[in-house]
Nanobody
Framework: QVQLVESGGGLVQAGGSLRLSCAAS????????IGWYRQTPAKQREFIAA???????SYAGSVKGRFTISRDNANNTVYLQMNSLKPEDTGVYYC??????????WGQGTQVTVST
């Protein structure tokens, strides 16, 4: 089973940008879809964005137009470019193969903090 590891989080001011990386331990070529998710203390883990093996993308309404998901099959990495960040984007970001099931293994995630 391919393991996914998140990185790239940090502290940024509102309006700033960050690029998150989701690095796979093996080939992602055969993975149908990979998604990014965000968790905060106040909310359950929520869907942010996803990309299929064919490059089709989908986004949560709250990030559409600001975030861009992409995948680099050659480097087995999925990226989440986050622009125009808002304080409400703060949270721990995770990547996972879709669909998410009860058997999904969640990694450590990467913390994103957006200050006012």
């Amino acid at each position: 089973q391919v393991q996914l590891v998140e990185s790239g989080g940090g502290l940024v001011q509102a309006g700033g940008s960050l690029r998150l990386s989701c690095a796979a331990s093996g080939s992602i070529f055969s993975i149908n879809a990979i998604g990014w998710y965000r968790q905060t203390p106040a909310k359950q883990r929520e869907f942010i964005a996803a990309i299929t093996s064919g490059g089709d993308t989908s986004y949560a309404g709250s990030v559409k137009g600001r975030f861009t998901i992409s995948r680099d099959n050659a480097n087995n990495t999925v990226y989440l470019q986050m622009n125009s960040l808002k304080p409400e984007d703060t949270g721990v970001y995770y990547c996972a193969e879709r669909p998410v099931t009860i058997a999904t293994h969640w990694g450590q995630g990467t913390q994103v903090t957006v200050s006012t």
